[in-house]
């Protein structure tokens, strides 16, 4: 970043030293700008995308999103690239051997979450598969926050996505996390007006 960022107190926005206006989130660092100007809100609509995402989301439940974006390389070398396939028949040998995995966030529970979701993912081909489920959960309108503070947590959607998830026999989505997944994946927009990447998904015209 350079010296001469300011902050929009109006709107919560951080006007970086190249003019461009990104939520304070995405102004801390390189890494994290670089994100959510190429990649953030950005339509994901595969499988294994979003699969990767889902855990992704899941892994960063209490911690910093940045935490989870530096050890991201390492996530993808553990977890086979997050193919679900692969990942559904990882057993307490996989599990153990990625407790042990320092360059990972060795928590168990959301470890072992990640194989159930794999095997969830796996099943969920045979009525749609994760790709619909999710995006048939896109709402008719996107949020238009004008400021940090009208941007949403939760939204009706997200509530009935983790409800459906949840049913479909996944785990570590409760609406929260599923509306950040929402967010990343461009199903919802909720870029502050003013922001130089809103509308850059497509989805919202």
């Known amino acids: 970043m350079g010296d001469n960022m300011a902050i929009s107190d109006s709107r919560g926005l951080v006007v970086g030293d190249d003019g461009l206006a990104r939520?304070?989130?995405?102004?801390q660092d390189a890494l994290l700008r670089d994100y959510?100007?190429?990649e953030w809100g950005m339509p994901v609509r595969d499988e294994q995308g979003l699969f990767e995402r889902l855990s992704l989301e899941g892994f960063q439940a209490g911690l910093s999103w940045a935490t989870v974006l530096r050890k991201r390389p390492a996530f993808?070398?553990?977890?086979a690239d997050f193919d679900?396939?692969?990942?559904?028949?990882f057993g307490d040998t996989e599990v153990e051997r990625l407790?042990?995995?320092a360059a990972i966030i060795r928590n168990r529970r959301k470890i072992e979450a990640v194989v159930k979701n794999a095997r969830a993912t796996v099943e969920l081909?045979?009525?749609?598969?994760?790709?619909?489920?999710?995006?048939?959960?896109?709402?008719?309108?996107t949020p238009e926050p004008r400021n940090a503070e009208e941007v949403p947590s939760t939204s009706e959607e997200s509530v009935a996505l983790?409800?459906?998830?949840?049913?479909?026999?996944?785990?570590?989505?409760?609406?929260t996390t599923v509306f950040a997944?929402?967010?990343?994946?461009?199903?919802?927009?909720?870029?502050?007006?003013?922001?130089?990447?809103?509308?850059?998904?497509?989805?919202?015209s």
Do not use: C
């Not at 939520?23 to 102004?27: I, N």
């Not at 679900?84 to 028949?89: K, M, N, R």
């Not at 459906?164 to 785990?171: C, N, R, S, V, Y």
């Not at 997944?181 to 919202?204: P, Q, Y």
């Open 162 to 175: 983790a409800k459906a998830l949840k049913k479909a026999g996944f785990t570590f989505v409760g609406p």
């Open 76 to 79: 993808r070398e553990a977890f």
């Open 181 to 204: 997944l929402m967010e990343a994946v461009g199903v919802v927009d909720t870029n502050i007006i003013g922001a130089h990447r809103r509308g850059a998904s497509g989805v919202w």
């Open 125 to 141: 081909r045979a009525s749609g598969g994760l790709a619909d489920l999710i995006w048939s959960h896109q709402p008719e309108r």
């Open 23 to 27: 939520p304070a989130w995405a102004a």
């Open 36 to 38: 959510y100007d190429t």
């Open 84 to 89: 679900p396939d692969i990942v559904a028949g």
């Open 99 to 101: 407790m042990g995995n």
